[in-house]
Structure formats: structure tokens, C-alpha cells
């Protein structure tokens, strides 16, 4: 399991963009997934991007507004969030997937790491 570490969030107003970014040692041997919790409501898939980024997946929630890619020379896992909503405000994680490709798993909580905070508010 990786220890990821994720950044990139802050308060936006409606209809604004931010872009989170993941990190951790080992990234780019794994499907790399996003995804959120808000206080009261059940954790959400955002998007999940496989080993090599041939293939990725959103949440319907977001699609067609998040964007999931690798940059290999940052190891990094960025999802570029646009036309943010406040239904998105949540703490916002990444975390590896099993394999090389989006299987849908999500480790167990001690494998998270701290998340990033997403506040969209005006």
C-alpha cells in the first residue's frame, strides 16, 4: 500500500476550478483512484486513472467537469476540477488501486492519508 499525500485544495467559489495533486513513493505502479468524503454522506469514487494512463473512470457526479492524469516526471496523480459545485465540497483522498488497472478498491482507512479540503462556498 502506498502512503499518499495528497494538496492542492482550498475554498472556491461556485463555478470555479482547483486542481488537487497526489503524491507517494511507488505511484506510478499503480491505478491511482480519487475520492472524497463529506461529513453526512457516503464516500464517493471521483475518478481513477490506470498504471499507465491509458484508461481512466469518473463518478457521474463529476463527468464531463473532473479531469484525472499522470505526469510521470512530477509523480504526481492531478485532478483538474472545473465548474465546481458546493454538492462538491468534501475531503477530497487518493489512493492506490490494487493492480494496474481501476478495479474499483479503495484501501482501508489507515492506508489514507490526510486528504485535501475542497470548499466550495460563495
Known amino acids: 500500500q502506498l502512503r499518499p499525500v495528497e494538496s492542492g485544495g482550498g475554498l472556491v467559489q461556485p463555478g470555479g476550478s482547483l486542481t488537487l495533486s497526489c503524491t507517494a513513493e511507488?505511484?506510478?505502479?499503480?491505478?491511482i483512484v480519487w475520492f472524497r468524503q463529506a461529513p453526512g454522506k457516503e464516500r464517493e469514487t471521483v475518478s481513477c486513472?490506470?498504471?499507465?494512463?491509458?484508461?481512466?473512470t469518473y463518478g457521474d457526479s463529476v463527468k464531463g467537469r473532473f479531469t484525472i492524469s499522470r505526469d510521470s516526471a512530477k509523480n504526481t496523480v492531478d485532478l483538474q476540477m472545473n465548474g465546481l459545485k458546493p454538492e462538491d465540497t468534501a475531503l477530497y483522498y487518493c489512493?492506490?488501486?490494487?493492480?494496474?488497472?481501476?478495479?474499483?478498491?479503495?484501501?482501508?482507512?489507515?492506508?489514507w492519508g490526510q486528504g485535501t479540503q475542497v470548499t466550495v462556498s460563495s
Open positions: 511507488g505511484l506510478a505502479m499503480y491505478a
Open positions: 486513472i490506470s498504471r499507465r494512463g491509458t484508461s481512466t
Open positions: 489512493a492506490n488501486d490494487i493492480g494496474d488497472y481501476c478495479t474499483g478498491y479503495i484501501p482501508p482507512f489507515g492506508f
